[in-house]
């Protein structure tokens, strides 16, 4: 417990901190001056901000400093919400997702989201898993029966529910259903992988399996992850947000962020003063 | 909360607790019990008696009344092809009205179950709340006309201005003025409502994660329905469409006037057929005696009528219990 969130991040990286502060990644998403209405409550107020590709970054915030409602306009996840609005942009590679053109299915195709409560269809494993490149038009079985095989392993649930693919989705643990879930949003093949609080309702082993996961997930996939827990954060991320009253109050490698906080704020939240 | 250590009350309040006063109000608590009871209870004996009253008539004769099955073997009752009581040569063959009640209630069905499950899921997922505010208030309207106006109107319009035109003049099929069809038609539309209102709550009760995560995963509105929230919210739709179709069996007034007073076995829907609730008006309108086999064939009739509609309540609650997706 006496450890700190800096020394957390020092003694899990090692030597790739120095890597990856020496490398300037590609930015994968992009926002300027993002602001966004629930009805008439403001939630964001002009958030800019970088994320780089393939990079964990977490996002870290007392409740209801708008960090979920920042996640969730990345992949226009609030679209489906009414009497919501937003101004500003948000770029994916360059492109700005709000555009006439995009399709917003197909930008959820590439931007998946895995949420705080695991949300397991209630089909088989596999067709829960299956469910997204089914969408998609896949219907040979030998195709999908490899994508299933493939997405549960790299999901690190394979060994536990290779002999059971088609009992119902419900039947797994809460630890399981969330890495299925992840499973599930990897099957559709996305480039970056929006986490809301993706382990706030799992006992610490499972906590450690998904965070151990993420870690993994992150040479291949851009990850953004909302969470609470700011030794999850230390443990799990490249870079750190913090938000505060729907602004972005600080950005940057999470060993500076927690080690030397910029803003007041930033060091009054992590060293526990509010929030 | 208080801690273990210190008392709840004082002596005086606890002293209180026994005392006098209670009494009055729980006089009253006990009232308000008793009288909330005996309303609860109405509905109860009323079924039981009406229980009674068709076994009694129908199966078991009570002193001198002999039971309608005393006189006609259930045998014929069920295989005999010919209903005939008020003839001369008598014929209880429940099969005739059976199939007419079917017939009635499957194209009722047709109609009736795709509709309302579709506009439950345009209710559901894709009406803005402001279209949903205005459309809920006229299903309800549909749902509180009187049945016999539906009866009426398939009479007066659905077969002259509906079905004669495309199936008579056009396609060549003898279509009688009573018929089945147009039964089917007006009680299809009647049932829309309520398939359409139950299984919109169905539909809504199914958790917005799972819609999230569907469109998280780059669905379609039309993938989400029918992929994530139909089978998701199966138990109630089906528990909708068996009080529908029950609904639909039972359904009197609209196909005594549209279907007609003929007990012909045929599944042509053009003509016309009786089913068991018409023929439950029509005797009952008419001057038959009490005590006669074709008397007691109502209690007959009615019993099959109660077990049937009794079957699909009963397998519709099991449904809605034993499928229902248990979501914290």
Known sequence: ?275 | MTSANTPLRTPAQSAELLRGHVTVAALKERLIRGVLFLCALVSVITTLAIIFVLVTESIVGVGSNTAFFQDVSVWEFLTETRWTPQYAEQHFGILPLLCGTLLVAGIAALLGLPVGLASAVYLSEYASPRTRKNVKPILEILAGIPTIVYGYFALVFVTPYLIRPVFQDLLGFNVSIYNALSAGIVVGIMIIPMVSSMSEDALRSVPRGLREAGYALGSTKFDVSARVILPAAISGILASFLLAISRAIGETMAVTIAAGQSPTLTLNPFESVQTMTSFIVNVSQGDTPVGTPSYKSLYAIALTLFCMTLAMNLLSHFIMRRFREVYE
Request: glycine fraction near 8%.
């Open chain 1, 1 to 275: 417990m006496s450890m700190s969130f800096a020394e957390i991040v020092e003694q899990r990286q090692g030597g790739s901190v120095a890597v990856s502060a020496g490398v300037i990644p590609a930015i994968k998403l992009s926002t300027k001056n993002l602001s966004f209405f629930y009805g008439e409550t403001q939630a964001l107020f002009e958030v800019t901000i970088d994320i780089p590709a393939r990079n964990v970054t977490a996002l870290i915030g007392p409740s209801g400093c708008g960090k979920s409602t920042f996640l969730r306009t990345l992949n226009r996840m609030n679209d489906i919400i009414e009497g919501t609005r937003h101004t500003g942009t948000v770029w994916l590679e360059g492109a700005d997702i709000h555009d006439k053109r995009v399709d917003v299915v197909a930008l959820r195709k590439r931007v998946g989201m895995v949420f705080q409560k695991s949300t397991p269809f209630p089909k088989s494993i596999f067709d829960n898993i299956a469910y997204g490149p089914r969408i998609a038009g896949e219907k040979r079985k030998k195709v999908l029966a490899e994508i299933v095989e493939s997405c549960l392993k790299r999901a690190a649930l394979w060994d536990e529910v290779s002999n059971r693919l088609k009992e119902s989705a419900l039947s797994l643990s809460g630890g399981q259903q969330q890495r299925l879930c992840i499973a599930r949003s990897l099957a559709t093949d996305p480039e970056v992988l929006l986490m809301d609080e993706p382990a706030s309702a799992l006992d610490p082993a499972s906590t450690a399996r998904i965070e151990d996961l993420i870690f993994e997930l992150k040479e291949n996939y851009t990850i953004v992850i909302v969470t609470h827990n700011m030794q999850q954060a230390a443990r799990v991320s490249d870079s750190t947000g913090f938000f505060f009253q729907g602004q972005l109050i600080e950005m940057g490698s999470t060993l500076n962020v927690f080690r030397r906080p910029k803003e007041q704020a930033t060091e009054d939240y992590i060293t526990g003063r509010f929030g």
